[in-house]
């Protein structure tokens, strides 16, 4: 018995110490026992972020605030490229911005009409791409077609259905875009705009999510679930971030837009 305590006694410790060793017990082990983690250099990385963060799981229960995840891009480079994954959800968020900047708004400058897109039998273009846009006064818009004047029913078509309240008039190869009174109802209607753009954005980052979190799914056999776990909340995070400044960019645009 003696002898097999002498044993035994230094076995916690060495435990302790091993670099290969993690937070997950093995079946029907005490509680409190780490285990042997996944083979593989990799795997322990990903094994030593969990014993750092696996709390956050058990932060679950109700009436109970989680704790953000934070995992290191460095650590799971080899899963996923999460800054790839936050460079794609701003690119959405940037995306909105310039909309609401460029065609939302109650102050009309020739720059409005730049974007809007012309569907052509050559295909979509640009109307700056097909025509010379000037504002000739404050009350109306020109847009000159001579250089493509089989274009211009198109591009009164793309105008009228901009969304932006305008009734274009047409003489010649010269469109006439008369700017609309900024009325209570015009204001209104731009809020409707913002909003549908607002969503749109969110189905964009809804599909950057979608793509990352089936990108971790393809390492389903390869690391463990805990991992998987946590790089998939990491991405959710990530999104709901997104969402949140959203928000906020569609919550100022309508207090512009309605005061």
Excluded: Y
Excluded at 171 to 195: C, F, N, Q, Y
Excluded at 230 to 252: F, G, H, P, S, T
């Amino acid at each position: 018995m003696a002898l097999a305590l002498r044993w035994l006694r230094p076995l916690p410790s060495l435990l302790h110490r091993a670099p290969f060793l993690g937070t997950r017990g093995l079946p029907g082990a005490p509680p409190g026992w780490p285990a042997l983690l996944l083979e593989g250099c990799s795997q322990c990385g990903h094994q030593a972020l969990l014993s750092r963060q696996l709390a956050t799981k058990k932060a679950k229960g109700k009436g109970q605030s989680q704790a953000k995840v934070n995992i290191s891009a460095a650590l799971v480079e080899d899963i996923i490229n999460l800054e790839e994954t936050s460079e794609d959800m701003q690119a959405v968020i940037e995306a909105l911005k310039e909309d609401f900047s460029r065609n939302i708004s109650v102050r009309t400058s020739p720059g409005v009409l730049d974007h809007v897109t012309v569907m052509t039998k050559d295909g979509k273009f640009p109307l700056n791409q097909l025509g010379q846009i000037s504002q000739k006064s404050p009350q109306l818009i020109i847009v000159n077609m001579a250089n493509f004047p089989e274009s211009t029913a198109a591009a009164m078509k793309a105008i009228r259905e901009s969304g932006m309240n305008l009734n274009p008039e047409v003489d010649g190869t010269v469109i006439r875009v008369p700017v609309p009174k900024v009325t209570r109802e015009h204001r209104e209607s731009l809020a409707k705009l913002a909003k549908q753009s607002t969503n749109k954005s969110k189905e964009a980052l809804r599909k950057v999510r979608s793509k990352s979190i089936s990108q971790v799914k393809k390492f389903k056999s390869k690391v463990s679930e805990d991992t998987l776990w946590l790089l998939e909340k990491q991405i959710q995070q990530m999104a709901d971030e997104a969402v949140a400044e959203m928000d906020k960019l569609l919550a100022a645009k309508t207090k512009e837009l309605l005061g």
